[in-house]
């Protein structure tokens, strides 16, 4: 099962979920404008990594004809951030884990989106990214640190800018775990702080899914 779901999350934005069971010469048919993704596939790149490459930018055009029948193509600038060169002040994220694929994309705003399937690994890696109030909030929940893992990705994306650092920069209030819910998230910046609501909710009972559209409030 491919495409597995389309949601509008706003007037100006929509979700998308793709269940990866394709070949990629498959994913490859899917693709408009195949000259111009051809240019920029990654080479080098195992099996399973080829086919999240290809499976994001087709669930990028899948959104992009919910909200818009303008031509584009997906570019990414310096800092690795996705984009339609032709729709300017669209905002587009994608993420993979796995099988799964995930992508958001708003005709107004920045994005951010991560996607991550729930691992015990989380916790041993969460001491290089969590600040000790973080930690402290997770304590053995594997669930939780997978997700203030996802959140921070999230807000990274979001900013789009390299070098900040996860567990001073980008941090997140404590929480109770639902099913689904809203996590509060700060960007600490030299000059500038900014608060953002980072929804999140399971796609499948084994995976995470975090995103925002571009909330901002300066603290």
Sequence with gaps: MPLHALSPISQTAALG?????????MLWDL?????????????????????QWLAGRVLAHHL?????????????????????????????SLSHSGEWVAAVLSTQEAVGIDIELIRPKAKKLAPRVLAESELADAGSDATKYCLYWSAKETLYKLHSRRGLVFKEQLLLSPFELREAGVLTGHLLLENSRSQHQIQYLHPQPDYILTYTIGEIRNE
């Excluded at 979920?17 to 010469?25: C, G, I, K, N, Q």
């Excluded at 693709?31 to 099996?47: I, S, T, V, W």
């Excluded at 600038?77 to 339609?84: E, S, T, V």
Aim: proline share 12%; glycine share 6%.
């Design 31 to 51: 693709l408009p404008a195949q000259p111009h993704y051809l240019a920029r596939f990654p080479q080098g790149r195992d099996e399973l990594r080829a086919r």
């Design 64 to 92: 992009l004809r919910e909200l818009n029948d303008t031509p584009a193509t997906l570019h990414n600038d310096k800092n690795g951030r996705p984009y339609f060169q032709e729709l300017p002040t669209y905002g587009v």
């Design 17 to 25: 979920l793709w269940h990866l069971t394709e070949p990629a010469e």
